[in-house]
C-alpha cells in the first residue's frame, strides 16, 4: 500500500473561504502532483513538483497555488474559494527517474457553496 | 483530437466472460504506458505497466502496438470485483515526464 495522506476527505465550505487542502508522502518520492476530477470525467493535471522549492502549472488553469517547502508535504492553496472550485482533489506522487508509476492518496472531495 | 482517448463504455460483462478495450494516443513519441484502475469515488490504483513486448498479470493482459498507437487490456474470466473504470496512462513526449490520463473504460460484470 502507498503511504500518501490527504486531508480533509470531505471539506463543505462558503464561498469566499480560505481553505488548504492538506498532501503528506512518507515514501521519499520526489515528484508529486496535484489532479482535479469531476464525476465521470477523466483527471486533469493541475500542478507538480519535481522536488523541495520547483512548482510548476499543470494542464488545467486553476486559481489554487501549492508549495513545496519539504520533500514529503505538498499543500494545496485556495485564496477564495468559488462554486466552481467544487471538483475532487487528488495528490500523488511517483519516484524520480521511475517509471513514473503514479502513487495516489484518497483525494478530498471540496464542495464549495 | 484528445491526446488519449478510450471508449467510455460501459461494458457490460457477464461473470466469467472476457472483455477486452483499446487505448488509442495520438503523441508518437510517448514512451511508458499503463493502465490504472479507479473504483467509484475512489483514487485511481496502478494496475499494470504495458510493455513493447506485451505483458500478463493474471487474468489481466496489456499490450502495445506502436505502429497504430494504440493499448489493450484484455481481462479474462471476468469477476464481479472487476467492475471498475481502466484508465490508460500515456507519458507525454520523449522526455518521459508528465502523464496524461484517458477519460477511463468503465466495465461492470454481471452474474
Known amino acids: 500500500e502507498a503511504d500518501i495522506y490527504q486531508t480533509p476527505r470531505y471539506l463543505v465550505i462558503g464561498t469566499g473561504k480560505k481553505i488548504t487542502l492538506e498532501c503528506s508522502q512518507t515514501?521519499?518520492?520526489?515528484?508529486m502532483y496535484w489532479y482535479q476530477q469531476d464525476p465521470g470525467m477523466e483527471l486533469h493535471l493541475i500542478h507538480y513538483?519535481?522536488?523541495?522549492?520547483?512548482?510548476e502549472k499543470g494542464d488545467l488553469s486553476s486559481e489554487s497555488t501549492v508549495s513545496r517547502i519539504r520533500t514529503e508535504h505538498f499543500p494545496l492553496t485556495l485564496e477564495s474559494a468559488r462554486p466552481s472550485h467544487t471538483s475532487q482533489y487528488l495528490c500523488?506522487?511517483?519516484?524520480?527517474?521511475?517509471?513514473?508509476?503514479?502513487?495516489f492518496g484518497s483525494g478530498t472531495q471540496l464542495s464549495v457553496l | 483530437r484528445k491526446e488519449v482517448e478510450q471508449d467510455p463504455g460501459p461494458f457490460n460483462v457477464p461473470e466469467g466472460a472476457t472483455v477486452a478495450f483499446n487505448c488509442t494516443y495520438s503523441?508518437?513519441?510517448?514512451?511508458?504506458f499503463f493502465w490504472y484502475r479507479q473504483d467509484c469515488r475512489k483514487e485511481p490504483k496502478l494496475l499494470m505497466s504495458?510493455?513493447?513486448s506485451g505483458n500478463e498479470d493474471g487474468r489481466f493482459t496489456a499490450q502495445l502496438n506502436r505502429a497504430s498507437q494504440y493499448i489493450s487490456l484484455l481481462i479474462r474470466d471476468s469477476k464481479l470485483s472487476d467492475s471498475a473504470t481502466y484508465l490508460c496512462v500515456v507519458t507525454r513526449g520523449a522526455a518521459g515526464n508528465k502523464l496524461t490520463f484517458g477519460g477511463g473504460t468503465r466495465v461492470l460484470v454481471k452474474p
Open positions: 503523441n508518437s513519441a510517448s514512451q511508458s
Open positions: 515514501m521519499g518520492h520526489d515528484k
Open positions: 504495458v510493455y513493447s
Open positions: 500523488a506522487s511517483s519516484e524520480r527517474g521511475g517509471d513514473e508509476k503514479l502513487f
Open positions: 513538483s519535481y522536488g523541495v522549492n520547483s512548482t
